[in-house]
């Protein structure tokens, strides 16, 4: 079945570094891919997303890149601040409103002060 | 726009009863509701698919006697644990969508299950 793999599972970086989180999914047929930040008891909150006919999309600090080919998908994060510390979650789905979002096993992302 | 709420935001019951959890759709007609299921630490499990006046497509392992699910009109689904057991206590998490969102799904708050 459809599956996703995010990795590392943990991360910890000084503020104003950059993190980088990765994910590979399965389903060759998957081509919305977003990305999600959830704090402690809140949604899932999404931060941004990509779709199969871009290979990069910026937003301020934040940018994902997807290689279709490779089936891989990143995150990028720079100029780290403390409230990005969060859990980070990539997911994968196939562009429809009925389509269901396969999601990644999520990051747990901390900002060293 | 696209607000979707839930409730309870959280419920404590006794083990062998039975609760339902409302997901409201506030300002926007879901075609598709999904039902999760996030245990502490985890990653939101697909419990369910939803489609108004039609029965829910179940992920594999997801009892459906269990989990009931009626999405009885656009701007409503329900989740019903029936029996609920200590191994139920998860934060239950509905989302929805609607055909001009095309790929977008908007997440409820969620609900915490705990079961004593």
């Known amino acids: 079945g459809e599956n996703v793999e995010q990795h590392p599972s943990t991360l910890s970086v000084q503020e104003g570094d950059s993190a980088v989180i990765k994910c590979t999914y399965s389903?060759?047929?998957?081509?919305?891919f977003p990305w999600y930040k959830q704090e402690l008891g809140k949604r899932p909150q999404l931060i941004i997303d990509i779709r199969s006919n871009v290979g990069e999309k910026k937003d301020q600090r934040i940018a994902v890149t997807l290689n279709k080919t490779a089936k891989h998908f990143s995150l990028h994060i720079t100029e780290t601040q403390p409230e990005d510390s969060a859990v980070y979650f990539c997911?994968?789905?196939?562009?429809?409103?009925?389509?269901?979002?396969?999601f990644g096993s999520g990051t747990r992302l901390s900002i060293r002060p | 726009g696209a607000v979707v709420s839930q409730h309870p935001s959280w419920v404590i019951c006794k083990s062998g009863t039975s609760v339902k959890i409302e997901c409201r759709s506030l300002?926007?007609?879901?075609?598709?509701m999904f039902w999760y299921r996030q245990f502490p630490k985890q990653s939101l499990m697909l419990m369910a698919t939803?489609?108004?006046?039609?029965?829910?497509?179940?992920e594999q392992g997801v009892e459906k006697d269990k989990f009931l699910i009626n999405h009885a009109s656009l701007t409503l689904s329900t989740l019903t644990v029936t029996s609920a057991h200590p191994e139920d206590s998860s934060f239950y998490i509905c989302s929805a969508s609607y055909s001009g969102s095309i790929d977008t799904q908007y997440f409820g708050p969620g609900t915490r299950l705990t079961v004593l």
């Open positions: 389903d060759s047929a998957s081509n919305y």
């Open positions: 300002d926007f007609q879901a075609t598709t």
């Open positions: 997911a994968a789905s196939r562009r429809s409103s009925a389509s269901k979002i396969i």
């Open positions: 939803s489609n108004e006046g039609s029965k829910a497509t179940y």
